[in-house]
């Protein structure tokens, strides 16, 4: 009798044969602009805590008093037993630096996409959205039963073009995009997507995961960086990269989240964000807004590295206007030769390889904490691979 759990071995040799294999590293310690891997320090280039804020004490002790005040677990989803005042607290923060009438955390930015998604459209519904997405708002796609079509990668005439074609075909159309698409750091075409969503009745939906606490004179994200405050969209993003903590939100007008309170299954059925997780994350939205110097030095660090790494003649940049600045590579095999070059140079910036992305590549992330010096030995480094 053939065992029918033979095909995973199969398939990961496949996987290993395609070098597309991958397992977890171990980092010890607090997070930072360098931390102990494989019982070294090094100088670390991976991380999406943007601001530093991670191992920030602020974040950690108010981290510590909720857990002390409210216990480790919120006990229940928040529409039972699971809503805490901290959280009322937080979504009021997020609302504020967002802009928006009001705000809705979930357990994770996962949960707010899938969540959002399927509780706005359904099988008499038309998504279209960008190639590039990151997996959540894909996935969400899915789970809504709405038609999916794909459009070439921030391509707005094949996006108008489908409406055209597509939108008096269907009920309700929605729009997605990430507002800085994370393997890339490239942004969207904000202003011309909201243009299109107005023009042919359409919901636009963009998740600021990789933008919150990072892009706009005051980190409030994309639609702040486009000067599109304001206007209607369905802002989605994460507590989990430049505000140092977990979790997620949906942020727009008081209809919208009052929808979602009684229609989004991973909100509902969900257990409430932790109070840890929940204070934390207050803490570093106040942090943000009382100290723009964290966010001053991020692009100061960013416009620095940009200025080495275009003087190396044989790195081949992608189009970036994010903290994210990849190099391509000409296959996945020798994205981990350079990735573990730089590991022994005593720099973490490991491989990204499909299926994740198209192509492969080193990917750079900067942080706020990272100094002159840390930034100089990458591009040396690079330099002499």
Known sequence: ??????????????????????????????????????????????????????????????????????????TGSRLLSGHRELHGELERAIASLKQTEDALVFSSGYLANIGAIAALVGKRDLILSDQYNHSSLKNGAILSGATVIEYSHCDVTELKTQLHQQRQNYRRCLILTDSVFSMDGDLCPLPALLDLAEEFRCMLLVDEAHATGVMGATGAGCVEHFGCTGRQLIQIGTLSKALGSLGGYVAGSHTLIDYLRNRSPSWIYTTGL????????????????????????????????????????????????????????????????????????????????????????????????????????????????
């Open 1 to 74: 009798m053939t065992d029918p759990y033979d095909w995973l071995q199969h398939s990961l040799l496949t996987i290993h044969r395609a070098d597309w294999y991958r397992s977890v590293q171990t980092i010890h310690g607090l997070p930072g602009a360098t931390v102990v891997l494989g019982g070294e320090e090094v100088i670390n280039f991976a991380s999406n805590d943007y601001l530093g804020l991670a191992g920030d004490e602020r974040l950690i002790a108010a981290a510590v008093v909720a857990t002390q005040e409210f216990g480790t677990g919120s």
């Open 274 to 385: 932790s109070p840890a997780d929940t204070a934390a994350a207050l803490a570093a939205i106040n942090i943000i807004r009382q100290e723009p110097q964290h966010l001053m030095q991020l692009w100061q660090n960013v416009n620095y590295l940009r200025t080495l790494l275009l003087e190396l003649p044989n790195l081949k940049l992608l189009p970036s206007a994010s903290p994210i600045l990849c190099f391509q590579l000409p296959s996945a095999a020798e994205a981990l030769q350079v990735g573990k070059q730089l590991k022994q140079a005593g720099i973490f910036a490991p491989a990204i390889r499909p299926p994740t992305v198209p192509t492969s590549r080193i990917r750079i992330s900067l942080m706020a904490t990272h100094k002159t010096t840390h930034i100089e030995k990458l591009a040396a480094v690079l330099n002499g691979i």
